[in-house]
């Protein structure tokens, strides 16, 4: 079975550029989260849907990040305009209830972003 | 917002020996999960535990869930070369009605052969 897939893998980018994150989650999950990763801050949730609507984008951090899910199968991360403090990685994950308690996430392998 | 504080932040172990990690938060959970990242790779469920006080094991893993639920831990044991990595512990904690994940900073852990 396929799990969460994101791409791209890995992307450098020059400050100012826009980048455009993409997932497809597992078929069949109702929830998908976007969480970022980085050595000081750790595993921070950026915004997850539930049934393809957002319910918590609490931890965007400003108004240059946007997320959309137009349908079950496809999310996107945006950055318009990147900055080198957005490097990082960015994980995609995927779960079988919407608002679960149970925290069974599946993670994508990530898309490791560095901004010059 | 929720905080779960783990520790050892790393460890450096010989191959064979037995590893213990734990995790606190002030906040009670309801659920408390252990999770391990590869190197390049996305984190991966480990062990999920539900009722407090529970003790549950997947092969050479044990995870408890601490009485007060306020803290869990999580065992190694014969440690091996692939059990490189970092363990986050993680729990959802209810935000408005629905539940959201926090993750613990990370154990780094390093065995050497």
């Known amino acids: 079975d396929a799990g969460v897939i994101q791409s791209p893998r890995h992307e450098v980018t020059e400050m100012g550029q826009e980048v455009t994150l993409r997932c497809k989650p597992i078929?069949?999950?109702?929830?998908l989260f976007w969480y970022r990763q980085t050595m000081m801050r750790g595993l921070e949730l950026l915004i997850y849907?539930?049934?393809?609507?957002?319910?918590?984008d609490s931890g965007m951090p400003e108004d240059r990040f946007s997320a959309k899910m137009p349908n079950a199968s496809f999310s996107t991360l945006k950055i318009q305009p990147s900055e080198p403090r957005d490097s990082a990685v960015y994980f995609c994950?995927?779960?079988?209830?919407?608002?679960?308690?149970?925290?069974?996430?599946?993670f994508g392998e990530g898309s490791r972003l560095t901004v010059l | 917002g929720q905080q779960l504080n783990q520790s050892p932040q790393s460890m450096f172990i010989q191959e064979g020996e037995d590893v213990s990690m734990n995790c606190t938060s002030s906040?009670?959970?309801?659920?408390w999960l252990w999770y391990k990242q590869d190197p390049g790779e996305g984190p991966v469920l480990l062990i999920a535990?539900?009722?407090?006080?529970e003790l549950t094991s997947n092969g050479r893993l044990t995870a408890q869930f601490g009485i007060t639920r306020k803290d869990s831990f999580l065992n190694i044991s014969a440690s091996i070369p692939s059990d490189v990595g970092i363990y986050f512990c993680?729990?959802?904690?209810?935000?408005?009605?629905?539940?959201?994940?926090?993750f613990g900073k990370g154990t780094l852990l390093t065995v050497n052969p």
């Open positions: 849907f539930n049934n393809n609507v957002p319910i918590d």
């Open positions: 906040s009670i959970f309801n659920t």
């Open positions: 078929s069949g999950h109702n929830s």
């Open positions: 993680a729990g959802p904690f209810l935000s408005g009605s629905n539940y959201k994940l926090t």
């Open positions: 994950a995927s779960s079988l209830k919407a608002g679960s308690n149970t925290g069974e996430l599946f």
């Open positions: 535990l539900y009722k407090a006080g």
